[in-house]
């Protein structure tokens, strides 16, 4: 039995995606575990290229169960027309979306931009209202996907009005009370036909895949520095999308874990605000951008972009309990030292008037400390580790060295393919 975790050691969009997609080829079962249609990934498989928010990557493999876990907030359309576009391509979704996982509802939307507006300090949120879906969450007033296939879950109307009471803190106008509450319903009541033939008890096909001593994989998604509490808070996201969060939302206890995969890049990106230390505001950084088509699967926006930040990566799997790494983009940063000649890797922080190996609660202080590389390599025609330019393996060897964690996955383009395995 093995229950692999796959999460970002970053700040999201490393290629977590890529990973699950290919890990789940010796799977049985394949979880989503936390946030929302926030998430985004691109996976390329035989030349398709597929963009997802919710779905698992693994739903392209139909012989692999795909589980959206009670960790997760579903927003009913996006859901509903991944289903539709899948259906599309030819392929069956093997899909299980747990009757626990809450509802990402329009006011949520609405009371998301609006807390973004009155914020003095944004912290770049995606306007998909995950932030108010956890809070009704906490709240408990939610409505879960159980809640429309048994009497037992509750009644959805009182939910609704609770809801709508809750909405109308952020918009004073009493006549739009009865707006709201028919636009809930008729949200509700739009999607919910496509979507409920696959809701169902999910602990029932884990606890069965554990039992039987199945793989298991789950699929984190957003990154360590985007946890509401590891992370650069308040420029976060609203779940924990570490490997204990992963575990969590999946409803898998630690002990089964097997193996954490970190997925990073060769260099880093961000989307949206929050400290970034190594980030590039010259020449170089629009390189980075423009050779790793850095622009976000969710909201389209142009990532930022610097260079590997290789304290962050350490605490990632101190936090994370990080087995070995998934590093992408190898084949980007090579061309970025070929072009400008050398290629920089963070390795410690000037702070307050010290030199540190770790991340500090007001890390907008840190300044980084590079260690340079000398020039850069070109991966073409590459298909195994040995088959890699000397100063490639020089540079992962010294991530490996640094982090004390094994380098396995070498990704070198956007293909499932794509793909050297270092033994």
């Known amino acids: 039995m093995a229950v692999k ?31 929302g249609a926030n998430a985004g990934h691109t996976i390329v498989v035989n030349g398709e290229k597929y963009a997802m928010h919710l779905l698992p990557s693994s739903i392209l493999r139909e012989d692999v169960k795909s589980v959206i876990g009670p960790g997760v907030v579903v927003d009913l359309e996006v859901i509903s027309n ?9 392929i069956k979704p093997n899909l299980y979306i747990s009757d626990r996982a809450c509802i990402v509802l329009p006011t949520d939307k609405k009371m998301d931009g609006f807390v973004e507006n009155i914020r003095k300090t944004k912290v770049g949120t995606t306007n998909r209202g995950i932030g108010p879906a956890y809070a009704a969450k906490d709240h408990r007033i939610a409505i879960r996907m159980g809640d429309f296939k048994s009497v037992y879950c509750g009644d959805i109307v009182d939910k609704l009005q609770c809801n709508v009471e809750f909405a109308m803190l ?36 884990i606890n069965r895949a554990l039992s039987k001593k199945e793989t298991i994989i789950i699929e984190g998604a957003q990154a360590m520095y985007l946890d509401k509490d590891h992370g650069d808070y308040p420029y976060v996201t609203s779940s924990n999308p570490t490997a204990a969060g992963a575990c969590c939302g999946a409803g898998i206890g630690p002990m089964y874990v ?13 989307v949206g605000e929050g400290p ?27 990532r930022r972009c610097g260079w590997l930040d290789l304290v962050r990566a350490q605490n990632a799997v101190m936090v994370n309990s990080i087995s070995c790494w998934c590093v992408n983009h190898i084949d980007t940063i090579g061309k970025i030292g070929n072009q400008f000649g050398s290629i920089k890797v963070c390795t410690s922080y000037k702070y307050r008037g010290k030199e540190i190996d770790y991340v500090p609660i007001d890390s907008q202080n840190a300044k980084p ?27 992962i060897a010294f991530i490996e060295e640094y982090t004390g964690v094994p380098v396995k996955y070498i990704g070198i383009g956007p293909a499932d393919t794509d793909v050297i395995i270092k033994k």
């Open 258 to 270: 097997t193996d954490v995969i970190g997925v990073m890049k060769a260099y880093c990106s961000r």
């Open 276 to 302: 970034f230390q190594t980030e590039l505001f010259d020449e170089v950084g629009e390189k980075i951008r423009e050779l790793g088509h850095e622009y976000g699967t969710t909201t389209g926006r142009p």
């Open 170 to 205: 952020f918009d004073f106008d009493p006549y739009r009370k009865h707006q709201y509450f028919e636009k809930l319903y008729n949200y509700l009541y739009e999607y919910i036909d496509e979507i409920i033939p696959y809701i169902c008890d999910t602990q029932k096909i």
């Open 369 to 395: 400390v590079y260690k340079e590389f000398t020039g850069g390599w070109d991966t073409t025609g590459c298909k195994t580790y040995n088959d890699l330019p000397v100063n490639a393996r020089n540079y």
């Open 5 to 35: 975790v796959i999460i970002g050691a970053f700040w999201g969009d490393e290629g977590k995606g890529k990973c699950a997609h290919y890990e789940a080829a010796d799977a049985k079962v394949s979880i989503r575990s936390t946030g």
């Open 82 to 90: 991944e289903i539709k576009t899948i259906k599309a391509a030819g």
